[in-house]
C-alpha cells in the first residue's frame, strides 16, 4: 500500500486555475502509474489523466489541451495543472497510483468551479 497526500484543491472561478499535487511515499520509479481521477456527485469515478513510469502521458477527452499531469521524481510528487476550469470540472479529486500493478487511492481533493 502506497501512502498518498493530496493538496491543491480549492474554490476558483471559471476560467482559473489550480494545480493538484500529490505526494507518495514511494519513489515513483517503483510505480506503474500515477494519474489523477475524479467523481462528481452522481457520477462514476472517471480517469482524467495518467502517467506512467515512462512519462507517457493520457488525458480524457474533456480535459485534453486544458490539462497537464507531470512528475517530480525526487519530490515522489505528481502534479496535476488545471487550466480554464469549466464548471463541468468540479468534483473530488482523487490520486491514484499502483505498485506491482495493485491501486492505491488518496482521500480526495475538492475542486469547485464557481463565480
Known amino acids: 500500500q502506497v501512502q498518498l497526500v493530496e493538496s491543491g484543491g480549492g474554490l476558483v472561478q471559471p476560467g482559473g486555475s489550480l494545480r493538484l499535487s500529490c505526494a507518495a511515499s514511494v519513489s515513483l520509479f517503483r510505480l506503474n502509474y500515477m494519474g489523477w481521477y475524479r467523481q462528481a456527485p452522481g457520477k462514476e469515478r472517471e480517469l482524467v489523466a495518467r502517467?506512467?513510469?515512462?512519462?507517457?502521458?493520457n488525458y480524457a477527452d474533456s480535459v485534453k489541451g486544458r490539462f497537464t499531469i507531470s512528475r517530480d521524481n525526487v519530490k515522489y510528487t505528481v502534479y496535476l495543472q488545471m487550466n480554464s476550469l469549466k464548471p463541468a470540472d468540479p468534483a473530488v479529486y482523487y490520486c491514484?497510483?499502483?505498485?506491482?500493478?495493485?491501486?492505491?487511492w488518496g482521500p480526495g481533493t475538492q475542486v469547485t468551479v464557481s463565480s
Open positions: 502517467i506512467t513510469t515512462r512519462s507517457r502521458t
Open positions: 491514484n497510483v499502483a505498485l506491482a500493478y495493485r491501486d492505491s
